[in-house]
Nanobody, 125 residues
Framework: QVQLVESGGGLVQPGGSLRLSCAAS????????IVWFRQAPGKEREGLSC????????AYAGSVEGRFTISRDNAKNMVYLQINSLKPEDTADYYC??????????????????WGQGTQVTVSS
């Protein structure tokens, strides 16, 4: 069974940065496109970014492009989401998920399969 584990969340001041990590348990992340999404309290899920399995192609939601950077380290079996210039509205639980591929449609339509338990990000002064 695909199992993902997110980490790296925490409390950060506005303007700060975080790097979230997505690790895989008992399978190789390299074989999957990975999507990051978030869900704030009382709000719907929001797709953020994805990275392809083959060529490292990335896609971003328009709302986060320029502040969020997705990357992967296949040697470490990890995918990362770097978030800069954090804003209070970035407060949410962040999740990584496996997908069949990566493009803007995948991000916007939340086209993914398994996801982890999430990591909480709180942006507050």
């Amino acid at each position: 069974q695909v199992q993902l584990v997110e980490s790296g969340g925490g409390l950060v001041q506005p303007g700060g940065s975080l790097r979230l990590s997505c690790a895989a348990s008992r399978f190789t992340l390299e074989h999957y496109a990975i999507v990051w999404f978030r869900q704030a309290p009382g709000k719907e899920r929001e797709g953020l970014s994805c990275i392809s399995s083959s060529d490292g192609r990335t896609a971003y939601a328009g709302s986060v492009e320029g502040r969020f950077t997705i990357s992967r380290d296949n040697a470490k079996n990890m995918v990362y989401l770097q978030i800069n210039s954090l804003k209070p509205e970035d407060t949410a639980d962040y999740y990584c998920a496996t997908s069949w591929g990566c493009n803007t449609i995948v991000v916007v339509t939340l086209d993914f399969a398994s996801w982890g338990q999430g990591t909480q990000v709180t942006v507050s002064s």
